[in-house]
């Protein structure tokens, strides 16, 4: 995987005087069926999220409320997006290293994902993630 395997996805928008909806369906308008869903909130000024890969899981975020930014490593390169609206996210891939930053006051970050929460999918230590990727140590 590399950060051209990572995009932008924007979700269908059904605007109403009422307040407008966003729907987000698996393997319909994002690449994965949905295992599992998880939010972050209440995340304080200048905190960091994130700060690993994952060997199979591929996930799927968005600014519900508020902002932030998303950092993407491919272990060669870096990009930064920055998630502003509920109505597209960013489509991660599995074995892409990704740190969240710069949350909003009240912001919310929808994340979800393509398998149930397992902790040996993690890579926590970015040295080890960036030997996987120069093929030194296998996934
Ligand atoms: P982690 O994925 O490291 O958080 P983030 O990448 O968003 O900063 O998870 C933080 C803690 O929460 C960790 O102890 C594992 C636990 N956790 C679960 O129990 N289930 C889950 O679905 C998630 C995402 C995390």
Redesign the pocket.
């Known amino acids: 995987m590399s950060l051209s395997d990572c995009k932008i996805i924007d979700l269908p928008k059904i605007e109403d005087r009422r307040g407008n909806l966003t729907v987000i369906e698996g393997k319909r308008h994002i690449p994965f069926e949905i295992k ?1 869903v ?1 939010y ?1 909130y209440d995340v304080p000024g200048g905190e ?5 890969a994952h060997k199979i899981l591929q996930q799927f975020v968005i600014a519900a409320s508020g902002s932030f930014d998303v950092m993407l490593d491919d272990g060669f390169t870096k990009t930064r997006y920055h998630l502003n609206r509920s109505y597209f996210g960013l489509y991660i891939p599995q074995m892409i290293w ?1 740190e ?1 930053d710069n949350f909003s006051s009240g912001s919310v ?1 929808l ?1 979800l ?1 393509s398998e ?2 397992d ?1 040996a999918d ?1 890579i ?1 230590d970015h040295e080890d993630y960036c030997n996987m990727m120069k093929g030194d140590i296998k996934a």
């Open positions: 599992r998880y972050l960091t999220r994130g700060g690993h990704r969240l970050c994340a994902a149930y929460y902790e993690y926590r």
